[in-house]
């Protein structure tokens, strides 16, 4: 957050996008686990309702790579593409935290 907030660069700006991109991936792929796990151990029951934890963090991945997509450095272009991707990564986990819960649903 610093680097973005403080860096006026475009090459360093693009990079920190990038890094709070895999932050926001890591902690989607956080939340399935923790969703597995609890749901395994039955210490947490199951919500009933779509995870909102992927939909946020591809929301905001796309958001952030708008931002990036107005610059018109080639290197920020890149960036924008990558958070792109992110937010793809972070969508298709949607369905297995979805799956994921259904299964856990089924078993309590």
Do not use: H, K
């Amino acid at each position: 957050l610093v680097v973005v907030a403080l860096d006026p660069r475009p090459g360093q700006l693009a990079t920190g996008y990038v890094q709070i991109g895999l932050g926001l991936l890591c902690w989607t792929v956080l939340s399935a686990v923790l969703l597995l796990a609890l749901g395994w151990r039955r210490a947490a029951p199951p919500a009933g309702r779509a995870p909102l934890v992927p939909v946020g963090t591809t929301l905001l991945c796309l958001f952030m790579s708008a931002f990036l997509f107005e610059s018109a450095d080639p290197d920020v272009m890149v960036a924008a593409r990558v958070l792109v991707g992110l937010g793809a990564a972070c969508f298709s986990l949607f369905a297995v935290v979805s799956v994921l819960e259904a299964g856990v649903a089924d078993r309590n």
